[in-house]
């Protein structure tokens, strides 16, 4: 079984991996030997800010709260990975929680998965989601210009880009991220998932910078290119946390954050209620780094999933809840999807969440002819192709709003009090809170600044 040590080693060794100036110390170096875990030496350690409570007077203990975050040597820790044997697991970890005192977390690691679906043929194309959603934002010149969208996937490739858009599209690579072993080169990765993903995006605001990290690649002997581990989103959130953290709060530029993927089975994570457990629980490292990297700013949006009850992936094997982990969590906006007529797609996960129960938050476009990157008759389909339709929206909105003047809590309430009510009347677990709708989006922009004006 994959594990995540959480660890406070000495000082002088956390002081080293914080440092941006610095070369990490490798694994070994900050861990040391670890009876019974197999440590992986290929993965770089990550430095984990502690959570405290913004007020004063705030629960030390609780998540339910404005939170700060900090990363001072003697509150921060250290993230290392390694794997111990399926036979005697419950064993192993009572082993590594008693040896050494220094290892103050044990999480799981599980195995992340991309959300393309069910063939059938598609509902319009990626026109229709032009007009449906781009048209009045283009008209007030909301392009995404001066606004970074990470899409954390398989990678991206800007030829096939180019030549499905009619125009040049490109990543910075300076700014972009990738986990250890994954040797291709920034905007030139296969034709996958990822690129699919910055198509969506595009279509929406085709003026975003593209960062590339391609988590989702193959990470053990015999996977596809199509998963990966929660272990390598950590090490790349920590990395979207230090480019902003690197520019003073009232600089920072929009940056939004564009997940199309999650965890489909509970086989390689904890039971609810243990406290290394990922889908149920806010404390779990990654639920901690999206935190952090929303309070730092970022706009974070991550598909429902494709386990709706009427068309569920094959790889669906939660009995119930499917909204698990950081795809429920309270600082992201969860995506739910719709046809470009608005009618709900049959795959599309319904709540409540696990980390949060009103999820999804919202739900627009999927299941179109678009990127072709699955082959010109594939559409673009599952609640992976809506997330980065709706981070188009969030990054359009971010050309004249920065987070300063809208934090991202506050977008996240924009989206939702103009989305369009569907299904039943008011907040609902298939359609959230509705769906998009750029048109009283713009209205409310204009609202806005005309209040501004007067001011």
């Not at 509902?123 to 954390?152: C, F, I, M, P, Q």
């Amino acid at each position: 079984m994959r594990l995540i040590l959480q660890m406070r080693p000495e000082r002088d060794v956390v002081a080293a991996v914080i440092d941006p100036h610095v070369t990490t110390p490798p694994a070994a170096d900050v861990a040391g030997p670890i009876p019974g875990l197999a440590l992986d030496a290929a993965f770089t350690p990550v430095p984990v800010p502690q959570p405290r409570p913004a007020m004063p007077d705030g629960d030390p203990l609780s998540l339910e709260q404005p939170l700060v975050f900090s990363m001072a040597p003697e509150d921060a820790s250290v993230l290392v990975r390694g794997e111990v044997q399926d036979y005697d697991v419950a064993g192993r970890l009572s082993a590594l929680a008693t040896a050494r005192p220094d290892i103050v977390g044990i999480s799981s690691d599980p195995v992340v998965e991309t959300m393309p679906v069910c063939g059938g043929a598609p509902v319009g194309d990626w026109h229709d989601v032009e007009h449906a959603v781009t048209d009045e934002l283009k008209s007030e010149g909301l392009d995404g210009r001066n606004v970074a969208l990470a899409v954390v996937d398989t990678g991206i490739n800007v030829d096939h880009l180019g030549q499905v858009l009619g125009s040049t599209a490109a990543v910075d690579a300076e700014r972009s991220w990738k986990p250890a072993g994954v040797n291709e080169t920034f905007g030139r990765f296969p034709v996958a998932h990822g690129t699919m993903c910055a198509f969506d995006a595009l279509i929406v605001a085709r003026r975003i910078a593209l960062l590339d990290l391609p988590v989702l690649r193959a990470a053990r002997k015999g996977t596809t290119i199509m998963e990966g581990l929660l272990s390598d989103a950590i090490a790349a959130y920590a990395h979207l946390r230090a480019l902003l953290e690197a520019v003073p709060p009232e600089q920072r530029p929009g940056l939004v954050v564009s997940n199309s993927w999650g965890s489909y089975s509970p086989r390689w994570d904890f039971p609810p209620g243990h406290p290394g457990n990922y889908s149920d629980n806010r404390a779990h490292p990654f639920n901690l780094a999206v935190a952090a990297l929303e309070n730092a700013g970022a706009d974070i949006l991550f598909a429902a999933g494709n386990c709706g009850r009427d068309c569920p992936d094959g790889r669906c094997a939660y009995p119930d809840r499917p909204i698990t982990g950081a795809n429920s969590h309270p600082r992201v906006l969860s995506v739910a999807g719709v046809d470009t007529r608005g009618a709900r797609v049959g795959y599309s996960s319904q709540g409540p969440g696990r980390l949060s129960q009103r999820k999804p938050d919202v739900a627009t476009c999927t299941h179109f002819a678009g990127s072709q990157a699955f082959g010109p008759d594939s559409p673009d389909s599952g609640t992976s192709a809506a997330c980065p339709v709706a981070a188009g929206v969030v990054a359009a909105v971010r050309t004249r709003l920065s987070p300063q003047d809208l934090s991202p809590a506050r977008m996240r309430t924009l989206l939702r009090r103009t989305a369009n009510d569907a299904g039943v009347a008011g907040f609902d677990y298939d359609h959230g809170y509705g769906i998009l709708n750029t048109a009283a989006i713009v209205e409310a922009l204009r609202r806005r600044s005309k209040h501004t004006a007067r001011s």
